[in-house]
């Protein structure tokens, strides 16, 4: 992982259509700093961007959308999130968690070696600047009950039942 000193570098963004409405998509030459969700950005007047930079948005949405059609289980993306040591450890544990699985809160913070962190493992979740790439979707309360997402709740739902029917075309069905 690169640390970036207090200067960030330029970034670029693009759009995307997906199932679940249009995902804003932030790069910089490094690779992917951003995913929001619909309804969680404001419009942008300018989708200009660098070579490298395009690369990675472009390469992000074919990803998103090879995912979005049942045919992608695992991103294969640069990313350069930003966040707080802690974060940063919660947001790649996500990544860790199966397609089609779900995980608890307290387990993510026993898996980064903090059992005691779940409320701050649901606070990382709620700063997860990459979701769907880095499956925040896929981390539940204790009790098995869907709590919290960015998107709201029917997003976080569709998107779980969307990796439970394709993992059981595929003949891997979630546990």
């Not at 307290?106 to 701050?120: L, Q, T």
Request: charged share 15%; proline share 6%; glycine share 10%.
């Amino acid at each position: 992982m690169t640390l970036v000193a207090n200067e960030a570098p330029a970034s670029y963004w693009s759009t995307c259509r997906a199932p679940i409405g249009e995902i804003l998509l932030v790069a910089d030459d490094t690779g992917l700093r951003e995913l929001q969700l619909p309804g969680c950005f404001a419009a942008r007047d300018d989708s200009r961007a660098s070579s490298c930079a395009g690369a990675h948005l472009a390469k992000a949405a074919e990803q998103l959308g090879a995912y979005f059609a049942g045919e992608l289980t695992r991103f294969d993306l640069t990313l350069v999130p930003t966040g707080t040591a802690f974060q940063l450890r919660v947001w790649w544990a996500l990544a860790d968690i199966p397609y089609a699985k779900t995980e608890s809160y307290g387990s993510v913070a026993a898996r980064i070696g903090s059992p005691k962190a779940s409320r701050a493992v649901g606070m990382a979740n709620n700063k997860n600047p990459l979701a769907i790439v880095l499956p925040c979707h896929r981390v539940i309360g204790s009790n098995g009950s869907l709590v919290g997402y960015g998107g709201g709740l029917w997003m976080k739902q569709w998107l779980l039942a969307h990796e439970a029917a394709v993992a059981e075309r595929i003949g891997a069905p979630p546990r």
